[in-house]
């Protein structure tokens, strides 16, 4: 059994998911993952599968990145190829991305959905560059889902626009005017989302909601046809603690019992520290005795590491450094030793 094989096998105790309004108040690289040690026969069809979508993606043109919901139910950045339209605004086509049944609904990969109830219409998107607020209006039929889709559209909608360079916050309308609050189950809209809402939000039972902060941490899937992806999950932590170190706790933790995610690091894995430097970049000092000098780290580790240090740190740039290794290589050829950034594109799943 591969060392990749074992932390993809543990497991983690559960959390419980909780409402909107609690803080009131963001694959790796463009490459898919394979399935764990896949049969030659499942590697080639998948390594055809990958040059298939990026050929159809380069003939389309436009790359977006959109938030789908999984077969678990769970939201993920997906990026994919759209036809590009000569004058139309690439935030509105996006957005149709995510229409059940709508125009796009053959560029999304199996096991994927879009959010948005059948017969929406993206009538217009403004962003407000000053306020870095992007103003969206739907036709009626936004309102036709239903109630436990409610927080999920919010999600979705909320960071497939904040994925966007100079968009921080939304603000939703319909018919021409301005939601005060969701139609279904009337979640308040009285203040413009931003990220701080978390995405596919969890509470541990011991957690209180006033001595809570939120952090967002990348656990890892696998679709109907055996890729690999990332899942963002945000969960509530104890208030006062170094934000990252605490995601980075959280991932440790591994994902909740029955969401379908994978744990991407072992229970004895702990963080030794972390230190910023003078470029910006942060260390990330990792203990985990399975590895040794000369081993090839999973890289779906790696990059779990890379994109929560990220969500958490104001995008800044990583290094991973563990135990006494002179470098930390992972199995995809990166050498995880020198700063690494979050890439632009996540989750290219071939359709």
Known sequence: MTRKRTIRGLSAAGLLAVPLMLSGCGPFGGKESEAIDPPP???????????????????????????????????APVTLGIPKEEGKDPLKSTLEVMIQGGSYSGYIPVGFRGVLPTGTEVKNVTVDKENKLAVVEFNK????????????????LTWTLTGNEGIDKIQLWVDGAKLNEMPVNHTPLDRP??????????????????????????????????????????????????????ALNELIRGPQYGDGLEQVMTSETSVAEINKNEDGSLTVSLNEDMFEQGDQIPSEMLQAVVLTVAENSNNAKVKIHMN????????????????VSRPEYINEIPI
């Open 193 to 246: 989302l931003s990220r701080t809402m978390g995405i596919n939000l969890q509470k541990a039972e011991d957690t209180q909601y006033s001595q809570s902060s939120p952090v967002t941490v990348y656990f890892s899937g696998l679709s109907p046809s055996g890729i690999q992806y990332y899942v963002p999950v945000t969960r509530l932590v104890a208030s006062g603690q170094d934000t990252v170190t605490a």
């Open 141 to 156: 039929s936004f309102g036709e889902y239903n109630v436990q889709d409610e927080r999920k559209i919010l999600e979705a």
């Open 324 to 339: 006494d290794l002179a470098e930390v290589k992972g199995d995809d050829g990166r050498n995880y030793s020198e700063p």
């Open 41 to 75: 026969a499942q590697a080639e069809t998948q390594m055809m599968n990958s040059a298939l979508n990026q050929s159809l993606q380069g003939q389309v043109g436009v790359q977006t990145t959109v938030y789908l919901s999984d077969q678990h139910g769970m939201l």
